[in-house]
């Protein structure tokens, strides 16, 4: 069965912090993973896409790919309260669906 | 870019009734629109996959007799809960993926459906 595994948290980070999200997956033929970010109440918003092994950068935020290790990372730069939402990983193990992790609950402390 | 909207926002029905719930991409051609239902603190659920001129895929333990799927345009997919009950109560959202070039889905704003 191809799984998406995310802590679900909730994990608290202060104001100005860097935030650091995980997610392992099962499948080391997937190809393409995603995050987004869900408000309360709201649908999901995509933040990142990663294709490739290593980093991908857009502003504050930066997606980390390693395959060989089936493990891919949101990390959030200079985190604002305005950041605080569940965060969910999605991947795509080629069958057309995204599989989507239970989501990590990020709250910023003022 | 990549906008996906949805229409109605959020409906109300009696028990016994149908709802039709729209989602477009306004912006993109959506070879593949996706339907999820997400009940209160619980995880996204896919309930089926309808790609342009064909018929839905559903998973499993979905009923495609009372989720219809039409997928009739490259913008335009509607999901219809016909003989609605309260359990059907839900906040249920599309997603659409298509010409830009990845595998990215976009997702419309949901509509929340209730039933009494």
């Known amino acids: 069965q191809k799984e998406v595994e995310q802590n679900s948290g909730p994990l608290s980070v202060p104001e100005g912090a860097i935030a650091s999200l995980n997610c392992t997956y099962s499948?080391?033929?997937?190809?393409?993973f995603f995050w987004y970010r869900q408000y309360s109440g709201k649908s999901p918003e995509l933040i990142m896409s990663i294709y490739s092994n290593g980093d991908k950068e857009d502003g504050r935020f930066t997606a980390q790919l390693n395959k060989a290790s089936q493990y891919v990372s949101l990390l959030i730069r200079d985190s604002q309260p305005s950041d605080s939402a569940t965060y969910l990983c999605?991947?795509?193990?080629?069958?057309?669906?995204?599989?989507f992790g239970t989501g990590t609950r990020l709250t910023i402390i003022p | 870019g990549a906008v996906v909207s949805q229409h109605p926002s959020w409906v109300i029905c009696k028990s016994g009734t149908s709802v039709k719930i729209e989602c477009r991409s306004l912006?993109?051609?959506?070879?593949?629109m996706f339907w999820y239902r997400q009940f209160p603190k619980q995880s996204l659920m896919l309930m089926a996959t309808s790609n342009e001129g064909s018929k839905a895929t559903y998973e499993q333990g979905v009923e495609k007799d009372k989720f219809l799927i039409n997928h009739a345009s490259l913008t335009l997919s509607t999901l219809t809960v016909t003989s609605a009950h309260p359990e059907d109560s839900s906040f249920y959202i599309c997603?659409?993926?298509?010409?830009?070039?990845?595998?990215?889905?976009?997702f419309g704003p949901g509509t929340r459906l209730t039933v009494t």
């Open positions: 999605a991947v795509n193990f080629g069958n057309e669906k995204l599989t």
């Open positions: 499948d080391r033929v997937s190809q393409s």
């Open positions: 912006d993109f051609q959506a070879t593949t």
């Open positions: 997603s659409a993926r298509g010409s830009l070039g990845g595998d990215e889905q976009y």
